[in-house]
C-alpha cells in the first residue's frame, strides 16, 4: 500500500517540467528566445521572462554603465561566429519550414536600444498594415496577407499575432529582391524565477523560400531569419534585434563586411524609426 500510495506524486514530480532557466550570454540568450517562442511548451512564457531579466542584465550592466556609451548608437555586433549562430534545431518549429534551413550558414549582427516607446505603441505598429507609410525608405513595394490574430491580439483576447509579408526591395550594385516573409509576435506575462514580473513582447520572422532577385545573375538570397524582443522598462522599451541572413552576390558572401554593415545601419535606422513614430503618439 505504502508503493501505491506514493505512485501519483512520483508521477506529479516526473509530468511537471520545471522551466528553462536562460542563459546570460548575449549570444546564448538570442538563440534560446529563438527556440522557446512556442506556446505548445508548458514553462516556455516563464522561460522567456527569464530571458527578459537576463536581458535587462546584460544591456544595463554591459552596454548602459559603460564609459561614452552613446544612447543613440545603443549596442551593435556581428553574429558570425559559430556560437552566434541559430542551430538547425532551433528552425525545427517554423511553420512553413525553410527550404534552406542551414542555421548555421547564415550570420547577421545585432543592434539593442532603449526606447521612449510602450509595448501599445509597438503592438499598434506591428499590427498597422501599412507598413510602406511607416517606413517608407525600407521597401519598393510591401504587401500583407493571411494574418491571424488581428482583433483578438489588439484586444488583449488572445497572445500571438501572425501574418505574411511580401516584400520588394533593392539590394547592393542596383539589384532587386523579391520575397515573402512569416511573422509571428507573442505577449510575454509572466514571473521569471527569480520571481520578477516580466512584461515583454516576442517576435520570430523568417523567409521559407528563397528571394526571386532581379537580375537573377546578381546573387542568391537564401535565408532570412529576424527575432525582435521588447522588454518593458520604467522608462520605456529595451528593444533588442538579431538578423541572421545567408546571402551571396558576385564574389561576396554572407560574412562580407559590406552586407554586415548594411544589416546593422538597417537595423538601427529602423529603430530608431518605430522610435520617432511612438514620440508622435
Avoid at 49 to 71: C, M, P, Q
Avoid at 110 to 120: D, I, P, R
Avoid at 172 to 180: K, Y
Avoid at 231 to 246: A, F, M, S, T
Wanted: glycine share 8%.
Amino acid at each position: 500500500m505504502r508503493a501505491i500510495r506514493a505512485l501519483p506524486v512520483v508521477l506529479l514530480i516526473t509530468a511537471c517540467t520545471p522551466p528553462d532557466p536562460a542563459p546570460e550570454g548575449l549570444s546564448e540568450l538570442l538563440g534560446f528566445a529563438w527556440s522557446h517562442y512556442s506556446f505548445e511548451v508548458e514553462g516556455n512564457e516563464v522561460s522567456l521572462a527569464d530571458a527578459g531579466r537576463n536581458f535587462e542584465a546584460w544591456f544595463s550592466e554591459d552596454v548602459e554603465s559603460l564609459e561614452g556609451y552613446d544612447t543613440e548608437v545603443g549596442f551593435q555586433a556581428s553574429l558570425t561566429e559559430d556560437s552566434d549562430r541559430l542551430p538547425d534545431e532551433a528552425l525545427t518549429d517554423l511553420d512553413p519550414a525553410p527550404v534552406h534551413a542551414q542555421g548555421e550558414n547564415a550570420v547577421g549582427v545585432v543592434v539593442a536600444l532603449h526606447t521612449n516607446c510602450t509595448l501599445a505603441d509597438m503592438d499598434s505598429q506591428y499590427t498597422n498594415p501599412d507598413q510602406s507609410s511607416l517606413h517608407p525608405d525600407n521597401y519598393l513595394s510591401y504587401a500583407r496577407s493571411e494574418e491571424f490574430g488581428y482583433t483578438c491580439f489588439l484586444d488583449g483576447s488572445c497572445d500571438e499575432f501572425g501574418w505574411i509579408s511580401t516584400i520588394r526591395n533593392e539590394l547592393i550594385l542596383g539589384a532587386e529582391s523579391e520575397f515573402l516573409l512569416h511573422n509571428q509576435i507573442r505577449r510575454i506575462s509572466a514571473e521569471a524565477l527569480d520571481g520578477t514580473q516580466v512584461e515583454a513582447r516576442l517576435g520570430r520572422t523568417w523567409m521559407s523560400e528563397e528571394a526571386v532577385i532581379d537580375p537573377d545573375t546578381a546573387g542568391r538570397w537564401f535565408q532570412n531569419y529576424q527575432l525582435e524582443y521588447l522588454l518593458e522598462r520604467p522608462d520605456g522599451l529595451l528593444h533588442i534585434y538579431p538578423q541572421w541572413v545567408e546571402v551571396e552576390v558576385g564574389e561576396l558572401n554572407t560574412e562580407g563586411g559590406v552586407f554586415l554593415n548594411s544589416y546593422v545601419e538597417g537595423l538601427h535606422e529602423y529603430i530608431l524609426e518605430v522610435e520617432s513614430h511612438c514620440e508622435g503618439r
